[in-house]
């Protein structure tokens, strides 16, 4: 079973990224499961989400406390929540960063998620999209296949911009 | 009264009191209606009145629902005969109590939702079934089993309140005057929408006179201004006759509150506040009658 | 149709797929999901019901009482206060005898104010006369609301329904949902006492104790006889879609010493708690309990019983230990756990089978109650 767990803020998408996952590894003929933590929702509150990938059906419902990647779509939340808690030591960590960050151990990696939706002006209420670019990285690390990826993208948004957000993060990763 | 049909919905030997004037409301309300009704009760006197199981003292059905529910199941039964392409008339006959205090917020609902249906209160004045306690629409000074000096505070002004809700149809009327009662149920059930009549009962129990004083009770209550006959269509005022003569020059409030055990010992202050609502009340509506606000 | 959805997404596609007459709903966390989707449909001409956005709950079960007994299928959802609110019409529903299935997405009571999974708000309707199902995943979601119909209106049962999915847990996980084409597997809805203005009744009307008897009597008859339709019904829907459920879920209990029983989420869970139980060599398997009214005969004899309880009656126990005991005569070891969406993993479940001692009761994660 792979564990994945997102850190956003409320508004920032990372809610409905953690369902297109599941939908994009659900496509690829895995199981899958998502959900977010709810607290009392409110707007650019720390919200966590989690996903879960495995072969066999998921029977699992509990929270992810030692996830195999952790995805952080607002870098800012690191100052208040400790993003790596649990993080196995063979684990993965995913930022929304045109750079790298120091005192992030594990096999760290960043691409600029901002930036491409901007590029793509994927913008909704002034907050760019990061849901659709991050399914693009994460095609590019394997948890999912890119054409996966983009079909899930397709299933749940009419706006073919956010396939191509998408792709361009599968591009901009470096592995 | 030609016009009004022969035939009884409401049939004899009711479990009612003697005198009971809710139940000559029922009677005419039932005829106005018509075989294809519903009546749907909360607890209140009807429930009582409308026999024990296994009989029934109505030839239409008669849906008992709890206290506070009969807006809201009349709701979902308007909606179910709609989907259905049904029109069968769905009329809520529920007392002051029912209305007023722990009905209300069900009322409010189905009105602003414009639920396809007639809302009847009769009015009693206090919690009848339960042997007179107040209720929200016990007058001024009236004396109950839970207001043994005399309330202390007016009654509730449910007309105003169902007024903000600005239904298509809303009509006073009192059980004194079956064919003015008669009229506006035929009138109300022409009409799409929720519709709202509120019926003054006189009760000889309750507000302690005999019994054969019930229609002139209701007639004193017209006559002094205190109850006053208006039907309001889309919004427009139509004071109705009895009340017309009534409002411009009534008949001394004395007459009614005298033949009443529960305004016995009334003190003259509150007879005076009591006299003064009246006159208020009757300026407010003969002002907006009129067009001056 | 092959998709993912949220258990209350589930929840609503299998209400659309019944074609209620009347749907009357308030909303509130976490149900309103379930809510929302069926005013789209309404609005979007995906459903031909009636939607009425009812001003209480109380008013909600009032408005399904009144369209049910006025003659269509009707369905409802709700959630811990808003359950709670209606109570007395929930009480009504059973009574009349009108076949309202209801989705209740279990969450915790205040105060203080918490919007997360419990089963006290469920339990608390447990004598109402409703039938009681308890889901486990997003599919069951879907496939029980579809079932309910069915038990509630066949003419041996006629009581009101109500499926129970834990809040946050399963109305918001997302998880993989197979939609079917229903066909004829809801007959159209008939109830024998629908208001007929040709054939003029009284229903409910003030009765004497001797009637009043034989009229509850009656109700606990058909609860009785529930139980056969239940299986019928789980039956056909088998033969139709493929998926089979029973009155529990049993994993891994054949040969098994211990079994732990929970319901909900939390009876999915203990599953991967077997599994590494079995792996430690420790004999053990799960019960799920998935109807709670008519609650189902257990066979429970000669192993040891772990009963989580996401729920308490204070000044009692468990609700559902107590159950147990009652119905099999076997003292569990009781474990409280999950209050308030009170996070519990499998490592947990597999630790409560470990250090069980049976005829005692524990509070999960209270580490001074003796």
């Known amino acids: ?175 | 009264m030609s016009a009004i049909p022969k035939e009884e919905y409401l049939y004899k030997c009711t479990s009612a009191c003697a005198g009971c004037s809710s139940s000559l409301c029922l009677r005419y309300v039932l005829k106005a209606a018509g075989p294809d009704s519903v009546l749907v009760i909360p607890a209140c006197c009807t429930s009582v009145i409308q026999g024990t199981y296994p009989g029934t003292a109505m030839s239409v059905p008669v849906y008992n629902v709890a206290f506070a529910a009969s807006a809201a199941c009349a709701s979902g039964m308007s909606e179910a005969f709609a989907a259905m392409g049904r029109e069968t008339n769905v009329i809520v006959y529920a007392g002051d109590g029912g209305t007023v205090d722990i009905g209300i917020q069900a009322l409010s609902g189905a009105f602003e939702r414009g639920t396809n249906f007639l809302y009847i209160c009769y009015d009693n004045e206090a919690y009848g079934n339960t042997g007179m306690q107040r209720s929200g629409a016990t007058p001024l000074g009236a004396r109950t089993t839970t207001t043994p000096g005399g309330k202390p505070t007016t009654k509730k002004d449910l007309d105003r309140i169902v007024e903000a809700h600005n239904p298509p149809y809303m009509a006073t009327a009192c059980s004194a005057y079956p064919l003015d009662l008669y009229k506006k149920v035929k009138k109300a059930l022409s009409i799409e929408g929720p519709k709202f009549i509120h019926v003054l009962a006189p009760c000889p129990p309750g507000w302690r006179y005999p019994t054969e004083k019930t229609v002139e009770m209701g007639k004193l209550a017209v006559k002094t201004g205190t109850w006053i006959l208006y039907e309001r269509e889309y919004g427009k005022l139509t004071i109705n006759g009895p009340s017309k003569a009534a409002m411009r020059k009534p008949a001394p409030l004395e007459d009614y509150i005298r033949g009443q055990g529960r305004f016995k010992n009334v003190s003259p202050e509150i007879l005076n506040l009591m006299r003064q609502q009246v006159q208020q009340n009757i300026e407010r509506l003969s002002r907006e009658e009129a067009g001056v606000c | ?370």
């Not at chain 1, 409905?16 to 199981?31: M, Q, V």
């Not at chain 1, 750079?99 to 960043?110: D, E, K, Q, S």
């Not at chain 1, 890119?146 to 397709?154: F, G, N, V």
């Not at chain 3, 009347?22 to 989707?37: G, H, N, R, S």
Request: charged letters at 20%; proline letters at 5%.
């Open chain 3, 1 to 370: 149709m092959l998709t993912i959805a949220t258990g209350n997404k589930a929840v609503a596609a299998a209400v659309k797929a019944a074609k209620p007459g009347v749907i009357a709903a308030y909303p509130i966390t976490p149900q309103t999901e379930i809510v929302e989707q069926i005013a789209d449909y309404v609005a979007g001409g995906d459903l031909e019901s009636r939607y009425i956005p009812v001003e209480s709950e109380h008013s909600a079960m009032a408005a399904c009482i009144g369209a049910s007994v006025g003659g269509v299928r009707t369905f409802t959802a709700t959630s811990s206060h808003g359950l709670l609110y209606m109570h007395e019409m929930v009480h009504w529903a059973a009574g009349a005898r009108l076949p309202i299935v209801m989705a209740n997405v279990n969450r915790a009571l205040g105060p203080g104010w918490n919007i997360w999974a419990e089963h006290t708000d469920a339990f608390s309707q447990r004598d109402t006369g409703w039938l009681q199902v308890f889901v486990g995943t997003v599919q069951e979601a879907y496939d029980a609301t579809l079932m309910a119909f069915k038990v509630a209106e066949d003419e041996r049962v006629l009581l009101p329904l109500m499926v129970n999915l834990d809040g946050f847990a399963l109305s918001h996980i997302t998880q993989s949902l197979e939609t079917v084409d229903i066909g004829d597997f809801l007959p159209p809805y008939h109830l024998p006492h629908a208001i007929d203005t040709e054939n003029p009744l009284g229903y409910g009307p003030v009765t004497g104790p001797a009637d009043y008897v034989r009229f509850r009597w009656d109700i606990e008859r058909s609860m009785r006889d529930a139980r056969g339709v239940i299986a019928e019904v789980e039956r056909e829907f088998a033969e139709r879609f493929g998926r089979s459920y029973g009155p529990t879920e049993d994993y891994r209990c054949e040969d098994a010493d211990v079994i732990v029983v929970a319901m909900g989420t939390l009876g999915k869970e203990a599953e991967v708690a077997i599994d590494r139980l079995r792996d430690a060599g420790i004999k053990a398997g799960s019960m799920r309990l998935r109807w709670f009214r008519p609650f189902p005969d257990l066979d429970l004899a000669g192993r040891e019983v772990v009963v989580i309880d996401r729920d308490y009656s204070f000044g009692f126990g468990g609700v559902v230990a107590h159950a147990i005991r009652s119905k099999t005569g076997i003292e569990p070891y009781s474990v409280i756990a999950g209050l308030g969406g009170q996070e519990v993993t499998y490592n947990d479940i597999a630790d409560f089978v470990r250090n069980r001692r049976p005829g005692t009761e524990t509070w999960f994660g209270v580490s001074d109650h003796v």
């Open chain 1, 1 to 175: 079973m792979y564990e994945i767990r997102i850190h956003s803020r409320g508004g920032q998408g990372g809610v409905t990224a953690a369902k297109l996952l599941a939908l994009a590894a659900f496509r690829d003929g895995k199981h899958a499961t998502a959900f977010p933590f709810y607290g009392t929702e409110r707007r650019g509150a720390p919200v966590v989400s989690f996903v879960r990938i495995d072969d066999e059906p998921i029977k699992v419902y509990s929270q992810i406390h030692e996830p195999d990647l952790v995805i952080v779509l607002d870098t800012s939340i690191m100052d208040v929540v400790d993003v790596l808690d649990g993080l196995k030591t063979d684990g993965t960590v995913l930022l929304n960063s045109a750079h790298p960050i120091t005192g992030c151990n594990g096999a760290c990696r960043y691409v600029d998620l901002t930036g491409i939706a901007l590029a793509e002006n994927l913008v909704v209420a002034g907050s760019p999209i990061l849901n659709t670019p991050v399914i693009g990285a994460l095609a590019k690390m394997g948890i999912v296949t890119l054409p996966s990826a983009e079909k899930a993208i397709r299933e749940m948004f009419s706006d073919e911009r956010n396939v191509k957000a998408a792709r361009a993060a599968y591009e901009e990763l470096k592995i």
